[in-house]
């Protein structure tokens, strides 16, 4: 099982990353999907969520700025980020449950400053 982060780096407050996961060793579309950060200091947090279903859900902090989408047939799950803010540098994961079966991908980073 790999889950496999790309699209990070430095952005100015106010731009847009786009993050993808690519999954591979498991059945993608029957998981749920999640996209999760984690800043120096602080606790790890779940920021956005789609299930197999397609319903997505969102940590408020990110709501209307972020939005997440997956494409079964390339096995991958996006987040579009805009209006980036400085308090969203942190170490963005994706990860994939089924039940009790639970996978993390190693993470990509977002730096935003000027």
């Known amino acids: 099982v790999q889950l496999v982060e790309s699209g990070g780096g430095l952005v100015q407050p106010g731009g847009s990353l786009r993050l993808s996961c690519a999954a591979s060793?498991?059945?993608?579309?029957?998981?749920?999907m999640h996209w999760s950060r984690q800043a120096p200091g602080k606790a790890r947090e779940y920021i956005a969520t789609i299930l197999s279903t397609g319903t997505t859900s969102y940590l408020n902090s990110v709501k209307g700025r972020f939005t997440i989408s997956r494409e079964n047939a390339k096995n991958t799950v996006y987040l579009q980020m805009n209006n980036l803010k400085p308090e969203d540098t942190a170490v963005y994961l994706c990860?994939?449950?089924?039940?009790?079966?639970?996978?993390w991908g190693q993470g990509t980073q977002i730096t935003v400053s000027s």
């Open positions: 990860s994939a449950d089924y039940g009790s079966l639970n996978y």
């Open positions: 060793g498991f059945t993608f579309s029957a998981y749920n």
